[in-house]
């Protein structure tokens, strides 16, 4: 008797790389490849002669530090979950917020706003650690720097974080 395996809302939330250690295997190349397109498309909208030598010395400084900016932005998302500790009735109304935040984010104004500050911290986060990546090469001007960085924070930030749970 053959058996169906049916996979429902199967999603990639945060806090799954630490309870599921082996995700990291998918994880870790399929950002790789992200940020190495998009720094490719990036200099090629530029029109940038020197493509493959600027990736050769960028791609491994914008992946780790696109994982720590990522890391940063879920920190302030899991971190606030700590204000829900406060007294009545500010405590029980921050708690109602993260927790709808978590479970759908486009349910409740405030909560697709605390979603999206977490997303925002983290581009924020991505703009300016590439930016002092890039210090170090020469074969990018300051211009240059400026749009690579900023297509970086834009296309790359941790927009998964806006991604409901439960549909409800």
């Not at 500050?117 to 170090?136: E, N, P």
Request: hydrophobic residues 55%; positive net charge; glycine residues 6%.
């Amino acid at each position: 008797m053959k058996r169906d395996v049916k996979l429902y809302n199967v999603l990639l939330p945060i806090w799954i790389l630490y309870f599921f250690p082996q995700v990291w295997l998918i994880t870790l190349p399929g950002n790789l490849l992200i940020d190495c397109a998009v720094l490719l498309l990036t200099l090629a909208v530029l029109k940038h002669t020197q493509k493959k030598a600027v990736l050769k010395k960028l791609w491994w400084k914008f992946w780790l530090l696109g994982f720590l900016a990522d890391f940063i932005g879920a920190l302030f998302l899991f971190g606030c979950w700590y204000l829900s500790l406060l007294p009545e009735p500010v405590g029980s109304w921050i708690d109602s917020i993260i927790s709808q935040a978590f479970l759908n984010p486009f349910r409740t104004l405030p909560g697709f706003l605390y979603t999206l500050t977490g997303v925002v911290i983290a581009g924020v986060c991505i703009y300016f650690f590439d930016k002092r990546a890039m210090k170090s090469c020469t074969l990018l001007d300051g211009r240059q720097r400026h749009i690579v960085a900023l297509t970086m924070a834009v296309v790359t930030a941790p927009w998964t974080f806006l991604i409901p749970l439960y549909n409800y």
